[in-house]
């Protein structure tokens, strides 16, 4: 039994190689991308909206809700990332159930991928909100001293996010496995249930958590306040 | 090894494509739609608030309209009610003397029908005085009477006056001494020839050429009558009763207005009292 999927190699010519992570991340992308299109195409913005079109949006805008809860700022900027986030990671997890089918998410490389996005992501938007100077200044707060653990406590958060993920998304499918071998029946389905709820929970707190370092560096709005509060 | 360094930065850049994608086929366009959507309904709004405006203006021109045409209704009623009135007043006035003047009218015809009434009752009752005494003389019409009658009307040929001589003198001139003797009664000749020697008597000049014509005569009621020309000489009793009737008559008129004058004084009497 393998439990991780960069191990499956699909195909490999020289240094290039595609594995089941490569794979299955691609499988989805193609879905999302297709099933997004074929929603999209078709979409009005008056008379009665289509099914699809309702969850779309629907899931869209609450998406959007909870970025503008977490953040306090406009969520337009911030929901193609962390929207991504959580819709890959989600249907990734929720593919899990259909047979054969090998989550990427339960790959250490991807969860770290994602958190090495979130990693980059952070400063990005800070620096787009607040500019250079003002984002590595909070690095010295509240003194100077405060630097190195600012740093470690930056890239421990980031590797918090990609163990977290990829602890929980690969017990759940080692769970199975396990469970198939002792009871083959009916108990792997509950786990699988419970699998599908742990995977979203874990999609949701990946994004969520995210959104929260993203905001924290780019409190453009709270500044502000403070400095009318000041004045 | 569990970190693939090869797989993860795929990974990275596969997560990358898709944001890019999802990005282009998913949270733009839904996002679009959602804000285009968010304005036409802001739209519709906005425009659904200009119409109710629109309506309250309307109804509020309405009512103020209903309450115009509410007076004006009220001010024409008033008119009609007040025209119609005057209207009936009118009428009334209108009827009341059309039923004075009919009233008058038939008073006045009543009034008339009495007195014509009277008029031809004085009249009759006046005919019928006169035609009893004929009736009276007629029947007592003899021949004393007639001899009675005879001496009178010589009397009074021998008494004519000058004028009335003359004026019968004309007479026969024109008549070429023609004279008419009428008389009620059957004329005996000795008396003719009395008469014819009394008028020769008279007129001596034209004594040869006078002619007397003898008829009888039953409408002069114990009567006699020269005529000669036109003018005449008579006596008769027809003339007297003549006399008394147009006398009765004015009697009876005088009654009458008498009457008249003094119902009317009453009247007023009463009224005054």
Not at chain 1, 172 to 200: D, K, Y
Not at chain 1, 212 to 221: D, E, G, K, L, N
Not at chain 2, 136 to 159: G, Y
Not at chain 2, 209 to 235: F, N, P, T
């Amino acid at each position: 039994m393998t439990i991780n999927p960069d191990e499956i190699i699909l195909f490999q010519m020289g240094w290039f190689k595609i594995n089941a992570t490569i794979f299955y991340t691609w499988l989805i992308i193609i879905f999302m991308t297709l099933g997004s299109w074929l929603v999209t195409r078709k979409m009005t913005s008056e008379g009665p909206l289509s099914r699809w079109q309702n969850l779309f949006e629907v899931v869209i805008e609450v998406i959007n809700k909870q970025i503008r809860e977490v953040s306090r700022q406009d969520p337009g900027p911030y929901l193609p990332f962390v929207g991504t986030l959580f819709l890959y990671i989600a249907i990734s997890n929720i593919l899990a159930i259909v047979p054969g089918y090998v989550p990427p998410t339960g790959s250490l490389s991807t969860t770290a991928a994602l958190a090495i996005s979130v990693f980059i992501a952070v400063p990005a938007f800070g620096i787009a909100a607040r500019g250079v100077a003002k984002y590595f200044k909070q690095y010295l707060q509240p003194t100077f001293f405060m630097l190195p653990f600012n740093i470690i406590g930056e890239l421990s958060r980031t590797l918090a996010l990609a163990v977290r993920l990829y602890g929980n998304v690969m017990s759940g499918t080692v769970i199975v496995a396990i469970l198939i071998t002792i009871t083959p029946l009916i108990f792997p389905i509950v786990m699988q249930v419970l699998g599908l709820l742990t995977g979203l929970i874990q999609a949701y707190i990946f994004a969520i958590l995210a959104m929260v370092y993203i905001a924290s560096a780019s409190r453009v709005q709270q500044e502000m306040e403070q400095k009318r509060e000041q004045q | 090894m569990i970190i693939d360094w090869y797989t993860i930065i795929f990974q990275i850049i596969n997560f990358l494509i898709l944001v890019f994608l999802l990005r282009k086929f998913l949270y733009g366009p839904i996002v679009k739609m959602m804000e285009e959507r968010e304005r036409k309904i802001i739209e519709r709004e906005e425009e659904a608030e200009a119409f109710k405006k629109e309506a309250e203006e309307e109804v509020e021109a309405y009512s103020r309209k209903n309450v115009e045409l509410e007076q004006q209704k009220e001010e024409i009623m008033d008119k009609a009610r007040s025209a119609a009135e005057e209207e009936k007043n009118e009428l009334l006035n209108e009827a009341r003397s059309e039923v004075d003047q009919t009233r008058r009218r038939w008073e006045e015809a009543l009034e008339r029908e009495k007195e014509s009434f009277i008029v031809e009752l004085r009249r009759r009752i006046s005919l019928q005085a006169c035609s009893l005494a004929r009736h009276c003389l007629e029947d007592l019409a003899d021949a004393r009477l007639e001899e009675l009658i005879w001496k009178h009307f010589m009397t009074k040929v021998d008494e004519l006056a000058e004028e009335d001589r003359r004026e019968l003198e004309k007479g026969l001139k024109d008549d070429q001494y023609k004279l008419n003797l009428l008389s009620a009664f059957d004329a005996d000749d000795s008396k003719i020839k009395d008469l014819k020697k009394r008028l020769e008597e008279i007129y001596p000049d034209s004594a040869e050429e006078l002619e007397l014509k003898y008829k009888k005569d039953s409408e002069l009621i114990c009567g006699l009558e020269i005529e000669a020309g036109g003018y005449r000489v008579s006596w008769n009793i027809d003339s007297y009763l003549e006399g008394m009737e147009s006398d009765i008559l004015k009697e009876l008129n005088q009654t009458g207005s008498e009457e008249e004058d003094g119902e009317e004084p009453a009247v007023d009497q009463s009224e005054d009292s």
